[in-house]
């Protein structure tokens, strides 16, 4: 075909919908420098948009209009504005998941006014570790949201620091208020309630018998739930998916015909209940039992090789696990994507062994273990293993040499926590850099020996915590020229940063959305850069670049 004859097509003729869909493939973390080019990117990628969070950075809510096609509103944890006013905002959108977790009071008053509206979208609310939230709530949530298929009033957490869960005692919840809820929520799929102390069999009943659908159930640390409760949800309600349980809440397992999930924490198990776990043929799928006691290898032994399918392993502190005990065990981990092997005495072995015997490993969890003890081990003749996020914080004995064995058969890293590890240095972080060049997350908050990330890899790192680490001036400029450009969030909290470093850091990377600093003098200095305080004491934002409902 002739050149002269084709007919020449220029970029703002293609259809709005072409666009959309070239667009919608850059991600997120891009809308921003696409949206400057013209108008019509700007109005496509807004309407990309399908997740924002609000914090108490506050722009006219007219310009969360134009995402018309927000899917779901994460509500920081520190908001301070008016609930009331933002559940009205937010109203004519068509938000199918609502997250108001750690708000001091649930907006009843807000929600009435919009059940017409936002009650028609919205399938999924999560409400947990509200402290007030009370029995004329819940009959607020079943009245105005019909829909909704997952509800969290949970109050129950886990306190890292005490390696123990907490639950909140200032809840006025009753089975009263979760009775409301089931007569009102027919649709509802899965409901939290872990923590509530003043519940009782009575809720799980009421649940049984109005919400057909129901195939997920949280009672964690509701003392008044017993083993006869959970017992009669298995028998009435065969198609149970997923439960989690504690305190001697074991039920019988034999009408479970399609649990795939099972979490039990904090509780006394023997061998004889794992035994009867394994005996039940259920099509397990994820096993978790952190912090859990009683049992030995022989039981968990029987459980993992009567579900050779697992998915998700949880063996959080189990103290009586060796590396020689794991070698035994992950010959039945070859579908296994997610384990979390923390708070054990375990060291580089059990990672080789995993390395070798899951090779569908996604993510890894050993923090504090004894990794770093064993130092004479070679992984060069080791495959490589597919692991993208791994967390091996709060390690004592965790080393440079250790660190460049892990990552040089893990190329494809794309989290890495290391905080908390004292023998780590900014060697160590080098060879990190150059063995895994596509690490996006890192953390080496209280990692004192870490002075820098050298100048020669993290050409992809979006996320760096940093907080209380040994980084100073030359570190962080040093950083600036080896890192990529792609660079949002930083935190240089207690750091040996001056004025001059953080000047580097915000005219190094024009992208940078959010930087936590200490001290008047580099506050001082973020201001005078055209950056403003987004909550007290530490984190600043951007002046005009990050608005109050800010993009994920």
Avoid at 150 to 179: P, Q
Avoid at 246 to 251: C, G, N
Avoid at 430 to 439: A, D, E, R, S, Y
């Amino acid at each position: 075909m002739n050149p002269s004859n084709e007919t020449e097509v220029r970029w703002d003729s293609l259809p709005v919908d072409l666009w959309h869909s070239i667009l919608k493939r850059i991600g997120v973390d891009d809308f921003e420098s696409t949206s400057l080019a013209c108008k019509l990117f700007l109005s496509i990628t807004y309407w990309c948009r399908t997740t924002l969070t609000i914090s108490n950075n506050t722009v006219p809510f007219g310009l969360l209009r134009r995402c018309r096609n927000i899917k779901r509103i994460n509500v920081h944890p520190r908001f301070q504005g008016d609930l009331v006013s933002l559940v009205h905002d937010i109203s004519g959108l068509p938000i199918e998941t609502l997250d108001l977790s750690k708000q001091k009071l649930f907006p009843s008053q807000g929600v009435r006014k919009v059940r017409k509206t936002l009650g028609k979208t919205l399938k999924t609310l999560i409400c947990q570790s509200i402290h007030s939230l009370t029995d004329e709530d819940l009959v607020v949530i079943s009245e105005a949201f019909p829909a909704l298929e997952e509800l969290d009033i949970s109050t129950f957490r886990y306190v890292e620091r005490d390696n123990d869960f907490i639950s909140l005692d200032e809840n006025n919840i009753t089975d009263a208020g979760v009775k409301a809820l089931a007569l009102n929520l027919p649709r509802l799929r899965k409901i939290n309630v872990s923590g509530i102390q003043t519940i009782s069999d009575a809720s799980l009943s009421a649940l049984l018998s109005n919400c057909a659908y129901l195939t997920e159930v949280h009672v964690i640390d509701c003392k008044k739930i017993s083993a006869n409760g959970i017992t009669s949800v298995i028998a009435q309600r065969p198609s149970l998916f997923s439960l989690s349980m504690s305190r001697r809440q074991l039920p019988i397992f034999t009408d479970a015909r399609a649990l795939q999930r099972l979490h039990i924490c904090h509780s006394f198990l023997s061998d004889d209940d794992l035994l009867s776990i394994a005996m039940s043929n259920l099509p397990l799928r994820g096993f978790s039992i952190p912090f859990c006691s009683g049992f030995s290898l022989t039981g968990l032994a029987s459980v993992l090789q009567a579900h050779p399918f697992l998915t998700h392993l949880n063996l959080k502190g189990c103290d009586f696990l060796t590396d020689e005990s794991m070698a035994l065990l992950a010959q039945s981990l070859c579908d296994v994507t997610n384990i979390d092997l923390s708070c054990c005495r375990l060291t580089e072995i059990t990672f080789m062994c995993l390395v070798q015997c899951c090779p569908l490993l996604m993510e890894l969890q050993m923090k504090k273990t004894d990794l770093g003890t064993c130092r004479d081990l070679c992984f060069s003749s080791m495959k490589s293993s597919p692991i993208h996020s791994l967390n091996v914080s709060g390690n004592t004995y965790l080393n440079d040499e250790t660190i460049t064995q892990i990552s040089s058969v893990c190329p494809e890293l794309r989290t890495v926590d290391l905080s908390e590890s004292k023998g780590v240095s900014e060697r160590g972080l080098i060879q990190l850099g150059l063995n895994c060049p596509h690490i996006c997350s890192l953390d080496v908050s209280n990692c004192g020996k870490v002075t820098g990330l050298g100048d020669v890899g993290f050409r992809e790192l979006v996320t760096l915590r940093a907080s209380k680490s040994g980084i100073g001036d030359e570190g962080l400029a040093m950083a600036v020229r080896g890192c990529g450009g792609r660079l949002q969030v930083v935190n240089l909290q207690f750091t040996k940063v001056t004025e001059y470093g953080v000047i580097v850091m915000v005219t190094g990377y024009p992208r940078l959305k959010e930087i936590k600093v200490w001290g008047e003098e580099l506050k001082r200095v973020l201001e005078r850069e055209g950056w403003r305080q987004s909550h007290k004491y530490s984190s600043f934002f951007r002046f005009g670049k990050t608005p109050r409902y800010q993009d994920k």
